[in-house]
């Protein structure tokens, strides 16, 4: 009830309620003052970065998603969604953004895949490796928030709400994940778990990773379709008997 056991694999759930009870508080800030509102984010989002500000929990100590931190994430959303100002809208318009997302993307790609294939140790000198490591995930470190922001901006410019065919089926399915993402996130933990079971127990080749993957995603995509169906039948109208 004090909100203070994390246990593995479930931390995320109290940020997400700390989070979601101090939203109303921004929300009405963010419709009278959005800028101030932002810029206060931003100053705790640096307080976090420079002073390590977290919040006491068990056992390790703070929560891994530190509220603090992540709440720069929601704060952007909000003041984006508040926002219609054209100067805004320009910025998002602009190509050199985009080619800096792009290419800010694919270098996170290759970074990431270096973790696991030696053969890629060049593209990052042990220069740059002591430059940018370790890229925080529980203070959610700069250049995390940034790759969050190149990924936007790449979504925002290069989908279009217009698409037919397969991939509209595929953009679906990840609408109905966002719409129910409590659920999705629960059921993922079950299945996080269960497919750690198989490719321990049984195999851990490419094709069983592969199929596990794409096996879980399946299974949450038709738990989170069935259960927005479900909540739309419900959504009718008022049952007063």
Request: a positive charge; glycine letters at 4%; hydrophobic letters at 60%.
């Amino acid at each position: 009830m004090a909100l203070q056991f994390s246990p593995v694999n479930t931390d995320i759930l109290i940020t997400f309620v700390l989070l979601h009870v101090a939203f109303p508080g921004v929300l009405w800030s963010m419709t009278r003052a959005p800028e101030v509102t932002l810029g206060a984010s931003l100053l705790l989002y640096l307080m976090v970065q420079v002073f390590s500000w977290h919040v006491p929990a068990w056992p390790t100590g703070e929560l891994y998603f530190n509220p603090f931190a992540w709440q720069f994430l929601f704060v952007i959303g909000a003041w984006y969604s508040c926002q219609c100002s054209p100067w805004l809208q320009a910025v998002i318009q602009s190509r050199i953004l985009l080619a800096f997302a792009i290419t800010y993307v694919a270098l996170s790609l290759v970074i990431a895949l270096s973790w696991q294939f030696k053969s890629l140790d060049w593209f990052l000198p042990e220069q740059v490796a002591k430059l940018i490591y370790p890229i925080d995930k529980s203070h959610m470190a700069p250049l995390r928030l940034l790759h969050f922001l190149a990924l936007a901006i790449c979504a925002s410019r290069l989908t279009s709400p217009a698409w037919r065919g397969p991939i509209r089926l595929l953009v679906v399915a990840m609408i109905r994940c966002g719409e129910n993402s409590l659920v999705t996130y629960c059921l993922g933990v079950l299945l996080a778990f269960l497919g750690h079971v198989i490719l321990v127990e049984m195999s851990a080749s490419f094709a069983m990773q592969l199929a596990v993957s794409i096996g879980g995603i399946i299974v949450i995509v038709i738990a989170a379709t069935l259960w927005a169906w479900e909540a739309r039948l419900d959504r009718r109208g008022p049952k007063l008997f």
